[in-house]
């Protein structure tokens, strides 16, 4: 998170960041977490949430998280 938050950081002034995605390949709960993290640290308009599916889980474990913003 902190990582993200940096990076944010460094790019919000030259990108105008609408949207959140995050996807999990089975860890809702770890979603939920991420977004109290991320709470008052970024913006955003939009947060798209979704499940990671069959090809890239096949690349992913169990319990993967990726967050990205757009």
Known sequence: ID??????????????????????ANAPEKVDLILNELDGKI???RIVITEIGPLMGTYTAEGAVLVSIL
Do not use: M
């Not at 993200?4 to 995050?22: A, V």
């Open 43 to 45: 913006t955003y308009d």
């Open 3 to 24: 990582a993200f938050i940096k990076k944010y950081d460094e790019k919000k002034g030259s990108h105008n960041y609408t949207i959140l995605s995050i996807a999990h």
